[in-house]
C-alpha cells in the first residue's frame, strides 16, 4: 500500500488563487518531499523537508511537516497556468529494509487562465 | 549535464517478446532507481543500485524483471518474457549521496505497451 495519501486527488482552480495540497503518511519518516510531474514527463524534485523541520519555503512554494499528525501540506501561492501538473507527495520511511522514497497517488492540480 | 536519460521514448511490443529498457544516470550519481507508474498501482520502486550493486529489488514484480547495472553510466531493465499487464511508464531516476534523504533525478520514462 501506499504510504502517502495526497488530498485532495484532483483541484481545480483560477489563475491568481493559492492551491493547497495534502499528503497524509503511516509510520516515521526521516523526509518528506514533493514532486511535480508535469503530463508525459518525468518527475521534478520540488522541495524537502526533514523530520526536526515544520515549514520550508521555496519562491512560491511553502511546504508545513506536522509529524505528530503524520501530515504534510504544499502551498503553491499566486497559482500559473504553467504549474497545472501532478503532484506527489514521497517519504523517506526510517526503518525499512533499505533506502527508498515511497510515492503517494498524486494530486492533478489545473490551473485555468 | 543532460540529465538522466532514458531510451527508448516508446515501446510496443507483442505479449512474449524481450523488452529491453536503458538509462543513463547523471554523472557521478551513485544511487540509480527503476521506478513503474501505472493508474491503477501509482508510482512503485522496482529496484535499486548503489555504486552499481543491487540494494533491493524486492519490488520486481517476477521472474520476469531483471536488472543490471555494468557500470556508473548504464542501466538496462529487462522483461523476458513480456506480457500485457507490464504495460506502463517505467522511470530511472538517480541521485547523488549516501542515502534516501537527497532528492531524485527522473528520466522522462519509456512508456511501454505490451499487446
Known amino acids: 500500500s501506499q504510504q502517502g495519501e495526497e488530498d485532495p486527488q484532483a483541484l481545480s482552480i483560477q489563475e491568481g488563487e493559492n492551491a493547497t495540497m495534502n499528503c497524509s503518511y503511516k509510520?516515521?519518516?526521516?523526509?518528506l518531499q514533493w514532486y511535480r510531474q508535469n503530463s508525459g514527463r518525468g518527475l521534478v524534485h520540488l522541495i524537502l523537508?526533514?523530520?526536526?523541520?515544520r515549514e520550508k519555503h521555496s519562491g512560491r512554494l511553502r511546504v508545513t511537516l506536522d509529524t505528530s499528525k503524520k501530515s504534510s501540506s504544499l502551498l503553491i501561492t499566486a497559482s500559473r497556468a504553467a504549474d497545472t501538473a501532478s503532484y506527489f507527495c514521497a517519504t523517506a520511511i526510517r526503518e525499512t529494509s533499505g533506502s527508498r522514497l515511497t510515492f503517494g497517488e498524486g494530486t492533478q492540480l489545473t490551473v485555468n487562465p | 549535464d543532460a540529465g538522466v536519460i532514458q531510451s527508448p521514448r516508446h515501446e510496443v511490443t507483442e505479449m512474449g517478446q524481450e523488452v529491453t529498457l536503458r538509462c543513463k544516470p547523471i554523472?557521478?550519481?551513485?544511487?540509480l532507481f527503476w521506478y513503474r507508474q501505472t493508474m491503477m498501482r501509482g508510482l512503485e520502486l522496482l529496484i535499486y543500485f548503489n555504486n552499481n550493486v543491487p540494494i533491493d529489488d524486492s519490488g520486481m514484480p517476477e521472474d520476469r524483471f531483471s536488472a543490471k547495472m555494468p557500470n556508473a553510466s548504464f542501466s538496462t531493465l529487462k522483461i523476458q518474457p513480456s506480457e500485457p499487464r507490464d504495460s506502463a511508464v517505467y522511470f530511472c531516476?538517480?541521485?547523488?549521496?549516501?542515502?534516501?534523504?537527497?532528492?531524485?533525478?527522473f528520466g522522462s520514462g519509456t512508456q511501454l505497451s505490451v499487446l
Open positions: 531516476a538517480s541521485s547523488l549521496g549516501r542515502s534516501y534523504n537527497e532528492k531524485l533525478f
Open positions: 509510520t516515521s519518516i526521516n523526509n
Open positions: 554523472s557521478g550519481h551513485d544511487y
Open positions: 523537508i526533514r523530520s526536526n523541520e
